[in-house]
């Protein structure tokens, strides 16, 4: 008898430990964005924001990921050829196949990224990863700002768009 209660109370425990970190894990994610309303917050993705909203990957990027978006900025965007936003945004298989090549699936911090030598993209094509001194080069955009937490993934920020083969 002494036995069953002590099982049950190790069990009780276990259940009330496992419910209250995952609460705690809730409630701390609450106060994050997710990866789209974290661009949108920040101002300087908007040609970004745009290209995911017309390539119908809000709700995919709003989800539960993990994902890790290597994200241009506005100025990134602002180095193609002209036109070239625009002819995007109306060949939309094009435009997702770009889009997904700034995806990793899981969350991949920037500790983990400076040992890797690529990494493998929701498109299905590999980006390089290459590490010089300080500097960090993803195929053959720089990395400019790192882990930006958000409540499904994390953010790393490129100078330039990055292009699938």
């Known amino acids: 008898m002494y036995k069953l209660r002590f099982t049950f109370s190790v069990v009780a425990v276990l259940v009330i430990s496992v419910l209250a970190f995952s609460a705690t894990d809730y409630m701390s994610r609450m106060g994050k964005k997710n990866i789209v309303e974290t661009a949108v917050a920040a101002g300087k ?3 970004l924001v745009t290209a995911v909203k017309a390539a119908d990957l809000v709700e995919t990027l709003s989800g539960p990921g993990p994902f890790t978006v290597f994200a241009p900025t506005d ?11 625009e002819s995007l945004l109306q060949n939309i298989p094009k435009l997702k196949a770009i889009l997904t090549y700034h995806v990793v699936a899981g969350k991949v911090m920037a500790s983990d990224v400076v040992n890797l030598q690529s990494a493998p993209t929701v498109n299905g094509q590999k980006i390089a990863i290459k590490v010089n001194g300080g500097t960090v080069m993803v195929d053959n ?3 400019v700002m790192t882990d930006i937490e958000c409540a499904n993934g994390v953010i790393h920020v490129i100078d330039s768009v990055i292009l699938p083969k």
């Open 141 to 143: 955009a720089k990395v």
């Open 45 to 47: 993705f908007n040609t």
């Open 75 to 85: 100025d990134a965007f602002a180095k193609l050829p002209e036109g070239t936003v």
